[in-house]
């Protein structure tokens, strides 16, 4: 199965695909690309997801499915929504 492992940035992102057999999970998808524990550490990961949606590193995969790396937020998105909004918005008379 071929398995695409994405790491986001803040202005750019790391992408790694790698080829793992059927009934494989996504520990076993890290490793094959070489992204230890103690890598993943220094890197601030604290979770993963497939697809968007949060999963553990013993769920299975299929093929195609896509990893993401995730780090800690660095600011609230609603917080940062409100402040694109309010600049956006024209001043009142």
């Given at each position: 199965?071929?398995?695409?492992?994405?790491?986001a940035?803040?202005?750019?992102?790391?992408?790694?695909?790698?080829?793992?057999?059927?009934?494989?999970t996504?520990?076993?998808?890290?490793?094959?690309a070489?992204?230890?524990?103690?890598w993943?550490?220094?890197?601030?990961i604290?979770?993963?997801?497939?697809?968007?949606?949060?999963?553990?590193?013993?769920?299975?995969?299929?093929?195609?499915?896509?990893?993401?790396l995730?780090r800690?937020?660095v600011?609230d998105?609603?917080?940062?929504r409100?402040?694109r909004?309010?600049?956006?918005k024209?001043?009142?008379?």
């Amino acid at each position: 199965m071929r398995i695409g492992i994405v790491l986001a940035r803040a202005r750019s992102f790391e992408e790694w695909a790698v080829t793992v057999p059927q009934g494989a999970t996504i520990d076993d998808a890290l490793v094959a690309a070489g992204l230890t524990a103690e890598w993943r550490q220094g890197q601030g990961i604290d979770g993963l997801a497939l697809h968007g949606v949060r999963a553990e590193s013993d769920a299975r995969l299929n093929d195609g499915d896509r990893i993401e790396l995730l780090r800690p937020l660095v600011a609230d998105p609603k917080d940062a929504r409100r402040k694109r909004a309010a600049a956006r918005k024209p001043d009142a008379p």
